[in-house]
């Protein structure tokens, strides 16, 4: 095995979890010297008798290793991750609806692999098909993602380091207040300030007090977000305005402003 100095290391961690020639390759392009561990050729250490004794045979039988491995342990590898540059994604229940575990497998990995995350462990990825399949709410999470679903909804697949899971903000500027919430930015007036849900809250509209969970709830927002989902007050502390926008550009805030 090549290894890295470890100044490398931190940086290309994820390399590591790469077949031999997917990593050198990258390194190439990389113009990333690599350096030869003198131990690699001491068969003393568990990781050499491993790689030259066993590895050959899993490929006899058509196994990839490194797929074997994520199969075995669901946990996730640990990896200090980043902020997800993607929020969240959100597979259309329609597509859910498929022949066989394997091709749910394939849908499900191939979404989470545009996420930058690893592939689903069996014992996890068999709880999770029994819970899409059954076509009830539910909400699941392991070290990488939380997979939420409403009553035969849509799936989304947020990352723990999702900026939709992080509180908004609300910073003073010359004249006007900046939100920052779920990568986005957007200007208000002075005139308003910030609050995030509660039990219990109720906003005004015509006349009439709407509960803002059955609000959240008919937008199908994932109950771990719900509690980010910005809402900004105006005199007296009174609820003016929902903004689902920042979940989804697609939705409407309530009421607009």
Known sequence: M????????????????????????????????????????????????????VIPH?????????????NFHE???????QESSQPFLQIHKASLITSSLGKLKDLLDANISLLS???????????????????????????????????????????????????????????????????????YSKEYSLQIYEKGLKIKVAGMHKRVKELMREREIPIPVRKNIPILLGKDSIPVSILFSFWKEKLTDFPRL
């Open 75 to 81: 946990e996730g590898l640990g990896l200090d991750l």
């Open 117 to 187: 995350l690893y592939p689903l462990g069996k014992k996890f990825f068999l709880h999770l098909a029994e819970k899409i399949r059954y076509g009830g709410a539910f909400t699941m999470e392991n070290r990488q993602l939380i997979f939420w679903r409403a009553y035969s909804s849509d799936l989304y697949l947020i990352p723990r380091n999702s900026p939709c899971l992080q509180a908004p903000r609300m910073l003073e500027q010359s004249g006007s207040h900046l939100l920052v919430w779920n990568q986005q930015k957007r200007e």
């Open 2 to 53: 090549q290894t890295l100095k470890p100044i490398y290391q931190n940086v290309f961690r994820p390399l590591l979890y790469m077949s031999e020639a997917e990593r050198n390759t990258f390194l190439q392009e990389n113009h990333v010297p690599i350096f030869e561990d003198e131990s690699n050729a001491e068969e003393k250490y568990l990781r050499n008798r491993l790689r030259k004794n």
């Open 58 to 70: 899993l490929y006899q039988e058509g196994l990839d290793p490194g797929k074997v491995y994520f």
